[in-house]
């Protein structure tokens, strides 16, 4: 499926396959996480599997959308921090399918936010040192391809907000904008 989505700008389903396939692979490296907290709970694998189902070609359906609500179901019901993180990022996966083209921050954490959770997951993991985090979002700056970064910079930046998630996620997302992608896979110019 070809198609695009309107609002403020477009997006194509090509472009969504890129951020949902940038979110689901965050939540990859979380998701353990919550299965070792929450083994009984299948709504985070569901909400996973749904995004990579997306991001391999098929089309968007409800599918996405309802196991992204369970996933951050699941993520209030979480055990601990760090599981309703790792549970809320697999949410965040299924729902980047449905990324709206609307020119407003919040958006933003629909592509970042997981990110972001995993190096949450990372300082807490590293009895809270932040370097641990900073590692991870080094590690998810470099794995933003330039057709990610070209859709992010169609968005207003990130809002600043006052949890450490929404810190990391600012950090992400000004270094992104910076012209810090990946020195393997340069920017595109021409970015809004």
Not at 32 to 53: G, I, S, T, Y
Not at 127 to 142: F, P
């Amino acid at each position: 499926m070809t198609g695009t989505v309107s609002g403020d700008f477009e997006l194509t389903m090509d472009e969504l396959r890129v951020v949902a396939r940038y979110v689901a692979r965050a939540a990859d490296d979380v998701l353990p996480v919550f299965e070792d907290a929450a083994p009984e709970d299948p709504r985070p694998r569901a909400a996973l599997d749904a995004a990579w189902e997306f991001v391999n070609g098929a089309r968007r359906t409800r599918l996405q959308r309802v196991t992204s609500m369970d996933a951050h179901r699941a993520a209030k019901d979480a055990p601990t921090e760090v599981s309703c993180l790792a549970a809320r990022a697999a949410g965040d996966a299924a729902s980047a399918a449905y990324l709206h083209p609307i020119a407003e921050a919040h958006q933003v954490g629909h592509i970042l936010r997981a990110a972001a959770s995993a190096a949450r997951i990372a300082e807490i993991g590293a009895g809270g040192n932040r370097e641990a985090g900073n590692r991870v979002i080094e590690q998810a700056r470099h794995r933003a391809t330039p057709a990610l970064v070209d859709v992010l910079l169609r968005f207003p930046s990130a809002p600043a907000g006052r949890s450490r998630v929404a810190q990391l996620m600012a950090a992400l997302d000004a270094s992104l904008r910076d012209g810090e992608a990946s020195p393997d896979q340069p920017r595109l110019s021409g970015g809004r």
